[in-house]
């Protein structure tokens, strides 16, 4: 049974099913019975089965260009006569493909389990009147299923009946989203009261609804049950939806009938995959293999044609010692030149180091713990660690550019705090409550009562009312939910509310310190306790409820008097347009006032009804209700016909306060050279003081407006040209990247934006002839501020937004954070996703690539964790690329002096064993565990965060040096060995060194050259580094010892054999190996003095001066001034800046102690320099003085 219908929001066409309830057959006379095929209730998450894992991991492993170079290069091998054995990159390859696809085995292993877990847990189904116990997996559409209170669900159900009269039942949806907060869920109205057994299995209905789709909170569908053969269509929507994976509280047990099962429930739909998020590093990374790819090809195109140029000489054939037969010899020229090429590429093949895959694979993996094991990224309140959900973007977080925050939840506490109501401009402020708890010293009623007569008492009254009745609150009468004690009355009783709306909590908690309570709702009643003691019931009539669109809700209710009621609460937008009478100015004046001051407001309307009005109300909500075709537009519709006509009783003011440490963290982006956007959908008012009492716009920032206020006065185009010539005309035309929030000669900018405007901005038909696209302009005037708040976002507009600033010629890196499920389409956009674990729900948590319990931890997060994953990934990439050259290019150089045979300088095991175990623990455990600076020093000086900026260690320049450094090392190592044993080719006892001799040595200096290398990169030494580094050497001597001191029988050949010994014993090899290993190191060391003595960075600067303080450089030293020594312009911004203290962070007084030095000439509190002589070596200390006081720029 198929129909065509269409969803709202969807273009195209979706097929409906129809459920028979408990598989019975609707009545003769009816529709056509056809039993639709549905999936059962199995959860499928993992990615393989026993039979396709081979076949589809290898699959996926040689789709990367590396791993799939090296198969090339294994099968030439296998087909052709080469000069290594095949082992030689076929044991590495093996290694490489065997370590991923056990670590993908493992993981697909326990997704398995964990599906089984789920998929084999007991569920209790009613079948012939009896309730029969079976296994999860075995469910089907159409089974009628009883769940017991705390229960999970196992598949999206209808709700028939539950153990409440009024065929309630209380639904948590933590797992799904996050909220702890109890929602209610409604029983179909003609199966409610069927609540045992025996009466469920006598229900004769069908169900019609929407195929499976992943929105969580959208449905569509209706009921038709069958009394006396004649059908009776109920709608169903949302609110009768219970979904996998929610459970179910405060009702003892529920009947329900499964629709949607197994891998098309909702909750599986959302599984969906994230797209694939790449690094700037891993784009480094490939850029640098094709490099090497083309030297690797030049190599073997040079040797090949070298090679037959040698032979055309008829004196220099091909030796006859390399065994060719003569049809080998005979073949085509072109044929032999081309295995040729292949032999030579397979002789070099090594300098593109495939192990380098495996070892960044294992250290972002494990160096992703280090977040999740910070004990100071752990938050107490909620129990809660960092969560690492993709490892594969570690040192992403220290190039970020653009933070894109939400406000509500993310900077703000989402913790809601009534704070006064206005009726018809009286105002009324209660004491402070806070979630239920009455804050110290509030225990004594406090109410402002300004009436001046009867109507206006009425009138307060009646909002009084209005703020008890408009919500969606419960009443829960126990003690604890979910183990959180809670309470209002001190000791009294143990009653609170629950919402999913912390607004709505705040503020019928605020009515209740205003006189009126709000006790329950009941059998359709809903009852409030009024100032004089009475209890006054109103009939819930209509719940009209709150969306995104709206942004209001409304109830209609009738009271014991009979009268009829529609009371509307909302934003005051959505709120003043529909007012055709009450005091407007006088309450619009207050919501602005406490929107300046950053409070969230809400306007409350009223509008009186009669019978013949509400019956027509009923009508238009009935017919919406029961449409399956653009149900959601046919109610947007029907409620804006019924809220209308309004009389307007007044605003409320409730505030989020800003969380812990947010505005600290802004500051310290700020000095990293971030930019810091804010995103939110609330009014620009609320938005603006919010960013003021962060400090991301600051007292003396230039506010530049782009709003639909502006816009309607002016065109679009003239506001931008006129926002881009007044940012221009200070800027002189220059960007300000390299903006600092402690610069005082330019104007800061702030710029504030609304969504609508955005839009307009966004258009692409707007195209000027003059200026090109307004999406430039704005790009231009948005890069010269240095914060950006747009207000008023759609979910959809802030992903926009992070795709542009993506887009722009910069391509700058970019980083979201939010916490509700409006910042997921942000989330995912931006380079960087980062979900705060708040009340809005875990939606952006599960869809983030990091998750954090705190606004405040993202500081440690990026300026420390980001700083060293990145500093510890490029030193990898680098030092890999460098240890390949200087082990493949004297085999290159070999290859001249060898008449170009491909013959190989080292033996197969060194070949074999180089990248695999005598190179790579050293270098994945320095990729764990550098700390180049100390973690106090970062937190506290953010700006050291700009020397790693726009990927700075991974560009050309240092690529090429550290290339030419392999080169250098590897000319070094080739023609020291050859000229050293050109005159000393004897051993003591008169024997001479073969060409397996001369390979060890190149060898045996190359280990130690790279290892010390790494050695004299280290900054931070800990027994481990010491342990693996000179234990990787050990391994080396002993395993070459080994290796050629036994004969070895299941070998071919014997050529190493006391190879290595012979070498040993000649003290000429001794001391060559000395004098190459220094050589080779010599240059690298000479060059970093000298950069460090005329020209070092800040971070130099500050590791100089942390040996001096022996690591407690953080305690006592102002950071600022071991920064690079300003320019003459900054000389003077310093001293206007001491001139004129317009910023009073810099003033405030710091805890720690802050010293000061006083050397031959008057103190220079900025630049400090007596500390940098000092730690440059000088040592003439004439005379010292302490001070106390904390000077200009020595913000620690």
């Not at 299923?145 to 039942?169: A, M, Q, W, Y």
């Not at 806070?434 to 009867?454: F, H, K, R, Y």
């Not at 709702?521 to 669109?549: A, Y």
Request: charge should be neutral; include cysteine; hydrophobic fraction near 40%.
């Amino acid at each position: 049974m198929r129909r065509r219908i269409q969803c709202v929001g969807e273009e195209n066409w979706v097929d409906s099913r129809t459920i028979y309830i408990g598989h019975k057959e609707p009545p003769p006379g009816t529709e056509a019975f056809i039993q639709q095929r549905f999936p059962d209730n199995r959860i499928v998450s993992s990615k393989y089965t026993f039979w396709n894992f081979i076949p589809k991991n290898m699959f996926e492993q040689f789709r990367r260009v590396a791993n799939f170079y090296f198969l090339i290069i294994f099968l030439v091998q296998l087909m052709i006569d080469t000069p290594t054995s095949p082992v030689t990159s076929g044991l590495p390859l093996f290694f490489v493909i065997t370590v991923t696809a056990i670590k993908q085995g493992y993981e697909d292993w326990l997704r398995h389990k964990a599906d089984n877990s789920v998929n084999q847990c007991p569920v209790h189904v009613v079948q012939h009147g009896k309730v029969v116990r079976k296994q999860s997996r075995k469910l089907r559409v159409g089974d009628v299923v009883f769940v017991k209170e705390n229960e999970t669900f196992p598949c999206d159900l209808i709700l028939l009946s539950s153990s409440r009269d009024d065929g309630t039942c209380f639904v948590t949806t933590a797992s799904l989203d996050g909220e702890s907060s109890h929602k209610t869920y409604y029983a179909v109205q003609d199966t409610k009261a069927y609540n045992t057994e025996r009466d469920v299995d006598s229900v004769h209905a069908t169900i019609e609804c929407e195929q499976p789709q992943p929105d969580l909170y959208k449905f569509v569908g209706r009921i038709n049950v069958y009394m006396d053969n004649e059908p009776v269509a109920r709608p169903l929507g949302s609110e009768n939806l219970l979904l996998r994976g929610a459970t179910l509280k405060n009702t003892e047990y529920i009947y329900a009938v499964a629709i949607y099962t197994g891998m098309e429930t909702k909750m599986a739909l959302n599984y969906q995959s994230k797209s694939q998020k790449r690094s700037a590093v891993e784009k480094s990374m490939n850029a640098y293999l094709v490099v090497y790819l083309c030297i690797l090809i030049s190599k073997a195109v040079i040797n090949t044609a070298l090679k037959y140029v040698w032979q055309a000489d008829p004196n220099r054939d091909e030796p006859w010692y390399n065994d060719r037969t003569e049809s080998e010899r005979q073949r085509h020229i072109l044929i032999r030149a081309f295995t040729d090429f292949l032999a030579f590429m397979v002789l070099f093949n090594y300098i593109i180091p495939v192990s380098m895959y495996v070892t960044v694979e294992m250290q972002k993996f494990l160096g992703s713990y280090f977040i999740m094991w910070d004990d100071e990224m752990f938050d107490d309140e909620l129990g809660e660690r960092a969560v690492v959900n993709t490892s594969d973007l570690n040192e992403e977080l220290g190039q970020v550019e653009y933070v894109f925050t939400d406000k509500t939840g993310t900077l703000t506490e989402n913790n809601m705090e009534f704070i006064e109501c206005c009726v018809d401009g009286h105002v009324y402020v209660p004491q402070a409550i806070c979630n239920g708890q009455v804050m110290p010293g509030a225990a004594s009623m406090d109410m402002i009562d300004t009436s001046p007569g009867p109507e206006a008492r009425e009138h307060e009254e009646l909002f009084f009312r209005a703020l008890c009745l408009c919500h969606t609150v419960q009443v829960k009468e126990e003690e604890t939910v979910d183990g959180i004690k809670h309470g209002i009355h001190q000791g009294k009783s143990t009653s609170f509310y629950i919402s999913s709306s912390p607004d709505e909590v705040a503020l019928v908690e605020g009515m209740k310190r205003l006189g009126f309570t709000y006790l329950r709702h009941k059998d359709g009643q809903m009852e409030i306790l009024n100032r004089e003691d009475e209890v006054e019931r109103f009939e819930l009539l209509e719940v009209l409820t709150f969306d995104s669109v709206r942004r209001r809700m409304s109830v209609i209710v009738r009271a014991s008097s009979g009268e009829l009621y529609l009371f509307c609460k909302g934003a005051d937008s959505s709120i003043f347009p529909r007012v055709v009478s009450g005091k407007v100015e006088q309450v619009r004046a207050r919501v602005e006032h406490n929107a300046v001051e950053g409070l969230r407001t809400l306007c409350v309307a009223y509008r009186p009804l009669n019978s013949e009005q509400y019956e027509q109300v009923c009508h238009v909500l009935n017919a919406a209700k029961l449409a399956l075709q653009d149900r959601d537009k046919r109610l947007a519709e029907a409620y804006d016909l019924i809220e209308k006509d309004l009389i307007l009783l007044g605003a409320t003011a409730v505030e989020d306060r800003l969380q812990e440490k947010a505005a600290d963290t802004i500051e310290s982006l700020h000095k990293a050279g971030m930019k810091v956007w804010v995103l939110t959908g609330d009014k620009m008012e609320t938005a603006a003081a919010t960013c003021y009492a962060s400090k991301l716009f600051r007292r003396n920032t230039q506010i530049l407006e782009l709003t639909t206020k502006r816009t309607e006065e002016q065109s679009l185009h003239d506001v931008l040209f006129d926002l881009s010539r007044t940012v221009l005309r200070q800027h002189g035309g220059m960007t300000r990247d390299t903006f600092s929030g402690l610069s005082g000669d330019c104007t800061d900018y702030g710029l504030i934006i609304d969504g609508a405007t955005l839009s307009a901005v966004m258009r692409p038909d707007q195209v000027d002839s003059n200026s090109g696209n307004y999406k430039e302009i704005f790009l231009e005037i948005c890069r010269n501020c240095s914060a950006v708040l747009c207000c008023r976002m759609a979910p959809l507009q802030k992903a926009q937004i992070v795709k542009m600033i993506k887009a722009s010629k910069e391509h700058p890196i970019t980083l979201a954070i939010g916490d509700g499920a409006n910042d997921v389409s942000m989330i995912l956009e931006a380079h960087v996703g980062i979900g705060i674990m708040g009340k809005e729900g875990r939606q952006a948590v599960r869809n983030s690539d990091y998750a954090i319990p705190k606004f405040k931890h993202l500081k440690k997060m990026l300026l420390v964790h980001g700083h060293y994953y990145y500093i510890r990934i490029s030193e990898l990439v680098q030092y890999f690329f460098y240890k390949n050259v200087c082990f493949i290019f004297p085999q290159f150089l070999y290859q001249f002096f060898c008449g170009f045979s491909q013959q190989p300088l080292y033996d197969t095991a060194y070949l074999t064993l180089y990248n695999i175990s005598f190179t790579s623990l050293p270098i994945l455990l320095y990729s764990l565990m550098e700390q180049h600076i100390n973690m106090d020093i970062l937190k506290k000086d953010p700006s050291l965060y700009r020397d790693i900026a726009k990927n700075s260690l991974l560009r050309w320049p240092i690529f090429i040096y550290w290339t030419i450094l392999g080169v250098y090392d590897a000319i070094v190592m080739f023609f020291g060995a050859y000229f050293l044993f050109d005159n000393t080719t004897f051993t003591s006892n008169g024997q001479m060194f073969g060409n397996w001799t001369f390979g060890t040595l190149v060898f045996t200096v190359l280990v130690f050259t790279v290892t010390f290398k790494l050695a004299l990169d280290t900054h931070y030494w800990t027994w481990i580094n010491h342990f693996v580094i000179w234990g990787s050497l050990v391994f080396f001597v002993v395993f070459s010892l080994l290796w050629g001191g036994i004969i070895w029988p299941f070998l071919n050949y014997q050529r190493m054999y006391y190879v290595f010994m012979q070498m040993l014993s000649s003290g000429p090899a001794w001391l060559s190996i000395i004098l190459l290993i220094t050589a080779s190191l010599l240059p690298d060391v000479v060059k970093k003095v000298i950069w460090r003595t005329l020209w070092p960075t800040t971070t130099e600067r500050i590791q100089n001066a942390d040996k001096l303080y022996k690591g407690q450089l953080s305690e006592f030293t102002p950071l600022a001034s071991l920064h690079a020594p300003p320019k003459a312009s900054s000389h003077r911004r310093g001293s206007e800046n001491q001139r004129n203290p317009q910023n009073p962070q810099r003033f405030e007084s710091y805890n720690k102690k802050i010293m000061f030095t006083r050397w031959q000439r008057a103190p220079d509190y900025r630049t400090f320099t007596p500390l940098l002589r000092f730690a440059d070596g000088s040592h003439h200390l004439k005379q010292g003085n302490a001070y106390s006081g904390a000077g200009p720029e020595t913000s620690v």
